[in-house]
């Protein structure tokens, strides 16, 4: 029910958008300038390297997960990597590096919050040992303190995420980190005037805490706000939260861009 009625907003919203905006107004601006642009706000981070047989997490919470396969374990297998960004940007790093011997699993859950992801780590991330660990996690941690009763407070998404990284760094000294800014777009079914200025304090702790593990930090808030610029927020998510196809590749787009895949 609740897919059904993410897609009936996203369709509602398309056919809204199709009705007002000319279709070469989207052509115009492709995902590969909205991504450049957004990146350009930007302070130059480090890159990634990826070498032969990494072992490359993604991790999360519904986003991430986006219909995975749970019982699934193997890696590269759309099943295991579910049918959202991380899909899309895992077939993009296996195609351009074929050679490598890429081992991509994706272990993203619905609902999760940052200690919920520390309830599980060492099963669905430490044991794995993975070279690149990339993380997307925050909205629930806010979000769910306006629909679900949780009194976790920014505090306590900085404490737990600090506490998190430094654990993973200790068993795992040379994992490259990839910090995903928690995002929304404002005025889609769940987002409205009550996220703000909240939820902004805990995009700018995500970049925060990148910085102080020297991680690679994709701007995700960045580039979304760029693309509204191209077409309107339900073009690009279904409920605020939850990308749309189009905002799936461009998560994906800006996750490659930002590491420098």
């Known amino acids: 029910m609740i897919r059904k009625t993410l897609r009936d907003t996203f369709k509602q919203g398309r056919r809204n958008f199709l009705k007002t905006t000319a279709v070469g107004s989207i052509a115009a601006v492709g995902i590969p300038q909205i991504v450049s642009a957004a990146l350009a706000t930007e302070k130059s981070g480090p890159k990634l390297k990826f070498n032969n047989g990494?072992?490359?997490?993604?991790?999360?919470?519904?986003?991430?997960?986006?219909?995975?396969?749970?019982?699934?374990?193997?890696?590269?297998?759309?099943?295991?990597?579910?049918?959202?960004?991380?899909?899309?940007?895992?077939?993009?790093?296996?195609?351009?590096?074929?050679?490598?011997?890429?081992?991509i699993y994706n272990k993203g859950i619905s609902g999760n919050k940052v200690y919920q992801l520390a309830e599980r780590w060492t099963s669905d991330c430490l044991d794995m040992k993975p070279n690149i660990l990339s993380i997307h996690i925050g909205v629930n941690d806010?979000?769910?303190?306006?629909?679900?009763?949780?009194?976790?407070?920014?505090?306590?998404?900085?404490?737990?995420?600090?506490?998190?990284?430094t654990l993973t760094k200790q068993t795992l000294p040379d994992v490259k980190l990839v910090i995903c800014e928690?995002?929304?777009?404002?005025?889609?079914?769940?987002?409205?005037?009550?996220?703000?200025?909240?939820?902004?304090?805990?995009?700018?702790?995500?970049?925060?805490?990148?910085?102080?593990?020297?991680?690679?930090?994709?701007?995700?808030?960045?580039?979304?706000?760029?693309?509204?610029?191209?077409?309107p927020a339900p073009y690009w998510s279904m409920d605020g939260v939850h990308p749309s196809v189009p905002g799936e590749a461009l998560m994906a787009q800006t996750w490659l861009k930002a590491v420098g895949a």
Request: proline share 3%; net charge neutral.
């Open 54 to 103: 990494d072992v490359i997490l993604f991790q999360g919470d519904s986003i991430t997960d986006w219909g995975r396969d749970h019982t699934k374990t193997e890696p590269n297998t759309t099943s295991a990597l579910g049918s959202g960004y991380a899909l899309i940007t895992a077939s993009k790093l296996l195609l351009d590096h074929a050679s490598k011997d890429l081992k």
């Open 142 to 165: 806010f979000w769910h303190t306006l629909t679900s009763g949780y009194t976790g407070t920014i505090d306590t998404y900085i404490t737990d995420y600090k506490k998190l990284l």
């Open 182 to 231: 928690p995002f929304a777009t404002k005025g889609v079914r769940a987002v409205d005037d009550k996220w703000y200025p909240t939820f902004d304090l805990f995009r700018k702790a995500a970049r925060d805490i990148a910085a102080g593990f020297g991680a690679v930090f994709v701007p995700y808030q960045a580039a979304f706000d760029k693309a509204l610029e191209v077409a």
